[in-house]
């Protein structure tokens, strides 16, 4: 008999943050995960997870909306329907409700997981199988204090637990932020490839004065300088500089991606699953990007485990990404939900092993966490 979907249960997961988390946009010392537990009537049980940054500071959804919006609209449309044909469901999704990615993805997620638990295979490879089973993960330089940054940065670099470092930036005027990061790489030195991320922060006239002295001091990627519509303004910092620009708030989904292609970008584009709806869509994207010769990026919206083993999955299917990945969030988390936690090492992280995401909740730390 052919498995349907019996329920979806969404939790608001609160997990406090290793030290503050200082961004453009706003700070974090807590980051809430929604969860989703999508029980299926053959017995089996999808994960999945959508998660965004500070509330509504990042973008239109906020983890409450993710949860109130799959338990509202989302969950009923899926009920009832068969399990295993993901491309369908995804397509109900999207006739039925506009926007709301990250809850989607969520969904997408759990959906992915659940079929590969069924079939015997993890979710690379139900997407065709991975290249790649160890990936390269960086880590985010944020605690708004110089001296903090470059002390954390080396230390990670004895870990051999991360040799490359993004450092948030746009919350303070630009010469305050450029000789932040310049000290910061000055003390790292060549040991390092530091980036920064702007989240949006500056005016096209600000990032032209901001990238050329980063540039000068030894940068090697800037992430979203200017606001995320500003496409042309994008293409022309791309053109103007030779440090590369990496697209990420600009790029959310295929359509996106060919946007900024046609416009003659270069560089490269910061892949989301919460961005694009899920794997599938970000994968679109990532195919947009390889066509057009831009470079690959794996990024994260700060997700725990089962957002962060969902993307690793996506990525491990593509070919080698030119910028590796940012897959860190469950190292910002001062505690996980899940039995065992992914494995990072030797600058990266390992794929887990299937079927499906690899990962089983612990029960108890997420009642623990789990919002009353
Ligand atoms: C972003 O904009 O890239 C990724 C790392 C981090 O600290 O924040 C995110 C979001
Ligand atoms: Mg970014």
């Not at 990238?211 to 994008?234: K, S, T, V």
Request: proline share 4%; net charge negative.
């Amino acid at each position: 008999m052919t498995s349907v979907i019996q329920s979806i249960e969404t939790l608001l997961v609160d997990l406090p943050t290793i030290r503050p988390h200082k961004l453009s946009m706003t700070t974090m010392a807590c980051q809430t995960l929604v969860i989703v537990r999508m029980r299926h009537s053959d017995g089996i049980e999808g994960l999945g997870e959508g998660t965004t940054i500070g509330g509504l500071a990042y973008g239109p959804e906020s983890p409450e909306s993710i949860k109130c919006n799959i338990d509202a609209y989302l969950a009923p449309l899926l009920i009832g329907q068969p399990s295993g044909n993901v491309n369908a469901l995804r397509a109900l999704l999207n006739r039925h409700a506009r926007g709301n990615m990250i809850a989607k993805s969520a969904l997408e997620t759990a959906l992915l997981d659940a079929q590969g638990k069924r079939l015997g295979l993890s979710v690379a490879e139900l997407l065709g199988g991975a290249r790649q089973a160890h990936l390269p993960v960086l880590w985010t330089l944020a605690s708004g204090d110089t001296a903090k940054d470059i002390e954390e940065a080396q230390l990670r670099l004895e870990q051999r637990r991360h040799g490359d470092f993004k450092l948030k930036i746009g919350a303070n005027p630009v010469k305050q932020d450029v000789r932040h990061v310049a000290t910061i790489k000055e003390a790292l030195g060549d040991r390092a490839s530091v980036r920064v991320d702007v989240n949006q922060a500056w005016d096209e006239s600000t990032a032209v004065y901001g990238i050329q002295a980063l540039q000068d001091a030894g940068i090697e990627l800037i992430e979203q300088a200017i606001p995320a519509r500003e496409h042309a303004g994008l293409i022309r910092l791309a053109d103007r500089f030779n440090v590369p620009m990496l697209a990420d708030e600009a790029v959310q989904d295929a359509r996106d991606g060919l946007d900024l292609a046609r416009g003659g970008f270069s560089g490269a584009f910061a892949l989301k699953i919460a961005k694009s709806g899920g794997l599938q869509g970000v994968l679109e994207l990532a195919h947009v990007a390889q066509a057009a010769g831009i470079g690959l990026y794996g990024g994260t919206l700060l997700e725990g485990t089962i957002g962060t083993a969902a993307s690793l999955h996506a990525w491990a299917t593509l070919p080698e990404m030119a910028w590796g990945t940012e897959m860190f969030g469950p190292l910002l988390l001062k505690d996980d939900i899940v039995v065992e936690p992914l494995r990072y090492r030797e600058f990266g992280v390992d794929l887990p092993a299937g079927p499906g995401l690899g990962i089983t909740l612990d029960e108890d730390k997420l009642a623990h966490y789990a919002r009353k």
